[in-house]
């Protein structure tokens, strides 16, 4: 079987003799069609992906369609084209009790903590496949990352009266502004990248938008009337910026990280203190989430394709991959297409 092992910092390797896979009970065969490129990637890539180790099969942005499956209370057949949730719990300790599976005490992300999509064929639970009919295999594959957005959104109980500020324009954070609008939140954009903003006004609907390099504190006190925002998600994945995020925080607000940083995260606990902030972490996504984002795709109401920018064969991946990781590429989604 053929795929793409990152076998240290910096390298890749095609191979062609990467064992079949063989499902256990539960599980399906799933052939992968499409793998979206995420920044977990990119970091893993770097060197810079926290509980990640060597070597490595990427990916778990996954549209792909059944080619083998026993019974199952879920419906599912062979042939259908399904998206995976590519979080693997445990089912029984107290995260996954409370029902509260992103955030299981012995999560296994596909991808980070087991190989992943980036190969022809992978062995999913069915419990962890959604059929997405009606929707493209592009589609299908950013379910993925939209969830994340959608679950931040959720958690945090942005709604209407709110302002929600957004740090980061990336492909997740351009998934909890558009969430966070349709939650009914004035939304305010901030990046380092004015490509970004404008897209993120234009895609995501959001109401303002902030250059992260010109007085942002200044500028959002502006646009609040000196109140600030009451929650602000980061999704930057910058020790910098998330420390620097309680300064824009309303009082009585909540701060939500939704970004993940090698390091130790520092603010002033006065700052902290005054504002009664709610600090919440946001990890991965439910299937609850899956099926919210499934639906606002088959809507219509999240225009899901238009955030591709680039495309590659899944046997040009490795040699385009460096130009992806540059800014300068103008990159905001990026796709992988296997035959």
Same mark, same amino acid.
């Given at each position: ?52 180790? #060597?070597?490595?099969? $990427? ?54 903590? @087991? ?40 958690? /945090? ?6 302002? @929600? $500020? ?61 109140? #600030? ?11 910098? /910026? ?39 972490? /946001?990890?991965? @996504? ?12 088959? /809507? ?24 992806? $990781? ?14």
């Amino acid at each position: 079987m053929r795929g793409i092992v990152c076998e240290e910092i910096g390298r890749f390797r095609l191979r062609d003799d990467l064992p079949e896979p063989e499902p256990g009970p539960g599980e399906a065969v799933v052939r992968i069609r499409r793998v979206g490129i995420c920044g977990t990637d990119m970091h893993a890539f770097r060197g810079n992906q926290p509980f990640f180790e #060597y070597p490595r099969i $990427l990916g778990h942005e996954l549209a792909g369609v059944i080619e083998r499956i026993g019974a199952n209370d879920a419906g599912l057949r062979e042939g259908d084209q399904v998206a995976v949730i590519p979080y693997l719990h445990c089912g029984t300790c107290v995260a996954c009790r409370r029902g509260r599976t992103n955030c299981c005490a012995g999560l296994r992300v596909l991808g980070v903590h @087991a190989d992943g999509g980036m190969r022809e064929r992978i062995a999913v639970p069915v419990t962890h496949l959604i059929r997405t009919d009606g929707l493209t295999l592009d589609e299908t594959a950013l379910l993925e990352p939209l969830a994340i957005g959608a679950h931040a959104v959720r958690r /945090s109980g942005v709604g209407p009266g709110d302002t @929600a $500020l957004v740090i980061g324009a990336g492909p997740i954070g351009l998934g909890v502004a558009a969430f966070a609008k349709l939650a009914g939140a004035r939304v305010i954009a901030m990046d380092l990248n004015g490509g970004r903003l404008a897209f993120c006004r234009s895609w995501a609907g959001a109401d303002d938008a902030v250059d992260a390099g010109d007085r942002p504190a200044e500028r959002i006190a502006e646009l609040t009337d000196g109140e #600030y925002a009451t929650v602000v998600f980061d999704a930057t994945g910058s020790a910098r /910026s998330m420390a620097d995020a309680l300064g824009y925080l309303a009082h009585g607000g909540t701060l939500v990280y939704v970004g993940l940083v090698k390091s130790d995260i520092r603010f002033p606990h006065p700052e902290f203190h005054k504002r009664e902030t709610t600090l919440m972490g /946001s990890r991965n @996504a439910t299937r609850e989430d899956f099926a919210r984002v499934l639906e606002a795709v088959r /809507s219509g109401a999240v225009d899901a394709e238009r955030l591709i920018t680039h495309r590659a064969k899944f046997d040009d991946m490795i040699g385009v991959f460096g130009d992806w $990781l540059n800014p300068e590429s103008g990159v905001i989604k990026a796709m992988t297409e296997w035959p």
